[in-house]
Nanobody, 127 residues
Framework: QVQLVESGGTLVQPGGSLRLACAAS????????IGWFRQAPGKERERVSC?????????YYADSVKGRFTISRDNAKNTAYLEMNNLKPEDTAVYYC???????????????????WGKGTLVTVSA
């Protein structure tokens, strides 16, 4: 079992920046690919970004955040991050991180089949 805890969500003005963190409870964190997902009120869950756990790290982004968001991970700290810049009101959502044991197929497919999920952190972009 891996517990994931997101942090960093808050109210931010349009054009602002935030960094979300996803802390994992186990040192086997490096065996898991990590995904960030979000769900806005009344909308379906959306994949935001995925990062592999391989030596040659690969990252994937939704078109809506490409160029503005950056996913990263620090295996020594059992933590993944989502750096969000130039935030827009439409980025308002609860952001979740999730872990997938080796491989990113579930992440790229929208999250179904991810092995573990956090409880989410709320990001509100508003003036």
């Amino acid at each position: 079992q891996v517990q994931l805890v997101e942090s960093g969500g808050t109210l931010v003005q349009p054009g602002g920046s935030l960094r979300l963190a996803c802390a994992a409870s186990r040192s086997t964190f490096n065996q898991y690919a990590i995904g960030w997902f979000r769900q806005a009120p009344g909308k379906e869950r959306e994949r935001v970004s995925c990062i592999t756990n391989t030596d040659d790290i690969r990252t994937y982004y939704a078109d809506s955040v490409k160029g503005r968001f950056t996913i990263s991970r620090d295996n020594a700290k059992n933590t993944a991050y989502l750096e969000m810049n130039n935030l827009k009101p439409e980025d308002t959502a609860v952001y979740y991180c999730a872990a997938e044991w080796y491989g990113v197929a579930s992440c790229l497919a929208g999250g179904r089949g991810m092995d573990f999920w956090g409880k989410g952190t709320l990001v509100t972009v508003s003036a």
